[in-house]
Nanobody
Framework: QVQLVESGGGLVQAGGSLRLSCAASGGAFSSYTVGWFRQAPGKEREWVSTIRRSGTRSYYSDSVKGRFTISREDAKNTVYLQMNSLDPDAAAVYYC????????????????????WGQGTQVTVSS
């Protein structure tokens, strides 16, 4: 397993942008698929985006497609989530999670294929 720490959350006005970072330590990070999830108060955790190792493939939920971009910089053991055109519906605690290679053939939207999770970073969007 790797240890993950998110950062970059905060308060932004609707229409604004934030870039979240997920810094990893303690493992072969470049071999992991990394996903972002979010959870708003009173709602279930929701999958947002995933990037495969080496950045070969990336995926987005319909609710963020075209506005969010996931990327990774393995030399820095970091994955980013650039969030543009934010609306109040995007307000949530955002978590990054890492999935080892043995789960590559399993649906990347499922939270149970990720065995390492960060503590989360709060994103608040004012209208």
């Amino acid at each position: 397993q790797v240890q993950l720490v998110e950062s970059g959350g905060g308060l932004v006005q609707a229409g604004g942008s934030l870039r979240l970072s997920c810094a990893a330590s303690g493992g072969a990070f470049s071999s992991y698929t990394v996903g972002w999830f979010r959870q708003a108060p009173g709602k279930e955790r929701e999958w947002v985006s995933t990037i495969r190792r080496s950045g070969t493939r990336s995926y987005y939920s319909d609710s963020v497609k075209g506005r969010f971009t996931i990327s990774r910089e393995d030399a820095k053991n970091t994955v980013y989530l650039q969030m543009n055109s934010l609306d109040p519906d995007a307000a949530a605690v955002y978590y990054c999670a890492a999935s080892p290679p043995r789960y590559d053939s399993i649906d990347y939207k499922r939270s149970n294929v990720y065995d390492s999770w960060g503590q989360g970073t709060q994103v608040t969007v004012s209208s």
